[in-house]
């Protein structure tokens, strides 16, 4: 009998070596060529994103949709055979929006219903609600210019559109978002009872899209609700104001800040054989805000970031360096995950080379960002031929990703997969992000670029490689 088992453990250990030496003799392109045709038609990312989306839901920070994403996470990555899984406690955020939040005005005799949400952070409204009159802004800093007379008593609606001449939505948003974030605060300067921000949208609709908001030092009885609007109902409210200029505008939202509760970041392991203290990371965020489901936002990079070390075990290679698959607790209204993660690394100083970030949705992927020197790019960019068959073409120097941020030193390389982002604003923190509009094709070719990209970076190192003693087989 022990002949036997000694036999068949001997031709498994055969097997093994088999698959190792045919993996380390293939060309990239031939590994490449594996690593999408194991996504393609074995990946794991699209019924991962099903569970998350469609059995738990929401995911945001504090709540028990959250938790249950940690727990369902973590036993889907103890599956997979990894060397280790653990979870890193974080301290969260808990605020609640409450009852469905309601909106409407009257002009000229007619009654509006619109929709609304509240943003994250805001206080909410007496019980009664808030009723006033309304003043138009382009953006926060017209506030100065009107001052308090003309503010004080009434709700201030920022009406800051969607520059849709930028191709880059990214920039397109991120030239708005700071209306949304500072609104509230400097329009309860001037005795202002409540903000409506335009929804940060590229499209014209009726989902209003939340989004952290925040109130810096004023003090907590100065601070003032704040919503976000449709841009549909943005475009309607202001035609009326053009119209009648008293209109009245009833906010009511019941939403509440609590205090901060203990979460996790999910962790998974791959221990390097030559270089097991060199750290590659690719990770996304496993909070959502609560209105969809955060299929895009950012499930979609959640399930990616699982599949890539799935699919380096399923395609036979064998990591030279530690790889980690990262799922970051908190980055919608805090950044807490990312910031932990980054303390401990830094407190027991592991060294990580190279972390890749999937945040802006499941759509098809166009290719990456650097973050990094311009010699190490120079190397980076001449792997770009091996990514044209896929149509990826995107290596461009730029940023990265919110919860990688905090790992940024001299040394490591940062990088964010980039998919085509036209239709990425149209779901992002409204109730349409939800698992339907994710494509299963689309997301399996994010999750094979991005093993792609980390087989390359794990087998050829980066400029920061060491002069490390490699461990001996």
């Known amino acids: 009998m022990n002949k036997y088992f000694t036999s068949i453990l001997r031709i498994c250990l055969i097997g093994i070596l088999a698959l190792s030496w045919n993996v380390n003799a293939q060309s990239d392109e031939d590994v490449l060529s594996t690593i999408y045709k194991t996504s393609l038609t074995n ?64 002009s000229l005799g007619t009654h509006n219903n619109v929709n609304i949400c509240a943003l994250g952070g805001s206080v909410a409204t007496p019980n009664d609600g808030v009723k006033a009159k309304v003043v138009e802004v382009a953006t926060y800093k017209d506030l100065e ?65 939340t989004g952290s908001m925040g109130y810096g030092d004023l003090p907590v009885d100065q601070r003032i609700p704040s ?52 750290y590659i990371v690719v990770g996304g965020h496993l909070d959502s805000w609560d209105l969809g489901d955060g299929a895009h936002d950012d499930g979609a990079g959640v399930v990616q970031s699982m599949d890539v070390l799935r699919l380096l075990v399923e395609s036979g290679i064998k990591p030279k360096r530690s790889i980690r698959v990262v799922l970051f607790m908190n980055e919608e209204n805090g950044l807490r995950g990312g910031r932990k993660y980054a303390e401990v690394a830094k407190q027991k100083n592991e060294k990580h080379i ?31 031929p091996l990514f044209k068959p896929y149509l990826i073409h995107y290596f461009e120097k730029g940023g990265s990703g919110a919860d990688i941020g905090p790992l940024k030193n001299d040394d490591i390389v940062l990088a964010g997969l ?56």
């Not at 119209?243 to 901060?260: A, G, P, R, T, V």
């Not at 999937?358 to 001449?382: E, H, N, Q, V």
């Not at 992002?428 to 670029?449: C, I, M, P, Q, Y």
């Open 354 to 384: 190279f972390a890749l970030e999937s945040d802006a949705g499941g759509f098809t992927p166009r290719g990456f960002s650097f973050d990094c020197s311009d010699l190490m790019f120079s190397k980076i960019d001449a792997w770009r």
């Open 145 to 209: 210019k009107l001052g308090e007379k003309n503010i004080k008593g009434k709700i201030v609606f920022i009406n800051r559109s969607w520059k849709q001449e930028l191709v880059n939505t990214f920039q397109a948003y991120g030239g708005c978002s700071v209306e949304r974030y500072r609104g509230a605060a400097e329009a309860a300067k001037y005795g202002a009872v409540g903000t409506i921000v335009r929804s940060l949208s590229s499209r014209l609709d009726d989902y209003p899209h």
């Open 227 to 278: 919503a976000a609007i449709s841009t549909n109902d943005a475009e309607k409210l202001s035609k009326a104001l053009k119209k009648d200029n008293n209109l009245e505008f009833y906010l009511e939202m019941s939403c509440q800040q609590f205090d901060d509760v203990q979460s996790f970041n999910v962790i998974g392991e791959i221990t390097g054989s030559k270089f097991p203290n060199e």
């Open 43 to 106: 990946g794991q990312s699209y019924a991962w994103l099903d569970y998350l989306s469609n059995t738990i839901g929401g995911r945001l920070s504090g709540s028990t949709d959250a938790e249950l994403a940690v727990n369902y996470t973590k036993a889907e990555l103890e599956k997979l055979g990894l060397d280790k899984v653990w979870l890193q406690p974080v301290m969260v955020p808990k605020w609640v929006r409450g009852q469905k939040e309601k909106a409407y005005f009257k």
């Open 418 to 473: 980039r998919p085509d982002s036209q239709r990425y604003f149209d779901h992002h923190h409204a109730a349409n992000d939800t698992f339907e509009h994710v494509n299963k094709r689309e997301l399996e070719l994010g999750a094979a670029t991005m093993t792609a990209l980390v087989f390359l970076i794990d087998k050829y190192g980066t400029e920061t490689i060491s002069n490390e003693t490699e461990i001996k087989d």
